[in-house]
C-alpha cells in the first residue's frame, strides 16, 4: 500500500493531480533553467504568428519562481479545486475538464485586454470561484486568524494576493479568473438550470469528452 507522500498523491482526484504535477514540473524546469519563463507565456503573435502553439498550455502551468506566492497559489488551486472535484464533479471527470477547458479558452481571448502573459493563477481561481458559490454557507478559516463565509473566499484570496505582491496589477489576474469562474457558475447553476431547465454543450461534456475519460454516457 501507498504510504506518506505517495498515498497524499494518490488521494487527489486526477485532473486536480495532473494539473498540480504539470505545475511544479514546470516552475522546477525554470528554477533548473531547463526552461525560461519567455518560452512558456502566452501572446498570440507568439502562438499564432510565430509557430509556437504549444504557448496556449504552457501559461496555464507557470505559477512564477518558487517562493511564498508561487506556493499561496498552488496550495488554494490545488485544496479547492480537489474539493470541487470530488464534490460537485464526482464521478464526472470529462465535466471538470470541460468546464476547465472552456474557461481557459475564455481566458486566452480576454488575456491581452489586461496584458496577462501567464494565465495560471486566473484559472486557478476558477474552481475556487465555483465552489465558494456552491457552497454558500460553508465557514472557511484563513490561516487560523479570520473566519469568513464560503462567499467571500475568493476576494479575500485576491486581496491577500495584493497583499503579498505589493501591488493590485499582481492581483489582475486573479481578478479575471473570478470573473470568469462567476460566467462558468452563472452558465452551470443560473442560466441552464433555471432558464434552460437541461443540461447544454456549455454546462456538460460532449459524449465523446466522457468516453474518453472512461464516464459513463
Not at 514540473?25 to 509557430?51: C, D, E
Not at 468546464?99 to 495560471?120: D, E, G
Not at 465558494?132 to 486568524?145: D, Y
Request: aromatic content about 16%.
Amino acid at each position: 500500500m501507498p504510504v506518506g507522500i505517495e498515498a497524499w498523491i494518490t488521494q487527489i482526484p486526477p485532473i486536480t493531480r495532473g494539473w498540480l504535477a504539470l505545475s511544479v514540473l514546470m516552475s522546477l524546469a525554470v528554477q533548473s533553467q531547463l526552461v525560461t519563463p519567455l518560452q512558456l507565456y502566452f501572446s498570440f503573435r507568439s502562438a499564432f504568428l510565430n509557430g509556437q502553439p504549444w504557448r496556449m498550455a504552457t501559461t496555464f502551468f507557470y505559477f512564477g519562481s518558487i517562493s511564498l506566492d508561487f506556493i499561496f497559489h498552488l496550495f488554494f488551486f490545488m485544496r479547492y479545486s480537489r474539493m470541487l472535484e470530488e464534490s460537485s464533479f464526482a464521478n464526472k471527470r470529462a465535466d471538470y475538464f470541460w468546464l476547465l477547458l472552456q474557461s481557459a479558452i475564455l481566458l486566452l481571448c480576454v488575456s491581452p485586454l489586461f496584458n496577462l502573459p501567464f494565465l495560471s493563477s486566473s484559472l486557478a481561481f476558477v474552481p475556487i470561484y465555483m465552489w465558494s458559490r456552491r457552497h454558500p454557507s460553508t465557514p472557511i478559516s484563513l490561516f487560523g486568524i479570520i473566519t469568513i463565509s464560503a462567499p467571500y473566499l475568493p476576494a479575500a484570496l485576491v486581496a491577500f494576493s495584493w497583499i503579498l505582491n505589493g501591488t493590485w496589477e499582481a492581483a489582475a489576474g486573479d481578478l479575471v479568473g473570478c470573473a470568469v469562474g462567476h460566467i462558468g457558475w452563472f452558465i452551470r447553476d443560473v442560466w441552464t438550470r433555471e432558464m434552460v431547465g437541461g443540461t447544454t454543450i456549455f454546462s456538460e461534456a460532449p459524449v465523446r469528452l466522457k468516453r474518453l475519460f472512461g464516464d459513463t454516457v
